[in-house]
């Protein structure tokens, strides 16, 4: 049986781990800036896409890389979100 000190511990320790991110002053939970591409360099990624055949694995991969924007954004904006690789992303990056 735990302690009533240790108990008040381990209930501070789990407290803390689940506001950390919540906190303003937290480094632990900040957005990664983000890439930022011209419309010249967007253009030629979505020719070299486009260039590859439908079942090259790059396809997906973009495809994943795109959720992550989608995500990033709305971390930008003071969300959260839980990865989710059922659902998919909208870019101004089209291979399609």
Not at 2 to 10: N, Q, R, T, Y
Not at 60 to 71: A, K, S, V
Request: with cysteine; charged share 25%.
């Amino acid at each position: 049986m735990i302690s009533g000190a240790g108990f008040w511990l381990a209930a501070a320790t789990v407290l803390f781990l689940l506001t950390g991110c919540g906190s303003a002053l937290s480094t632990a939970c900040q957005c990664p800036k983000p890439v930022t591409y011209d419309d010249a360099t967007i253009k030629k990624i979505t020719r070299a896409l486009r260039a590859l055949p439908s079942d090259n694995v790059l396809h997906r991969t973009m495809d994943d890389y795109e959720d992550e924007r989608d995500e990033l954004r709305i971390c930008l904006a003071g969300g959260r979100v839980a990865s989710d690789p059922s659902k998919a992303g909208s870019s101004r990056i089209s291979a399609r």
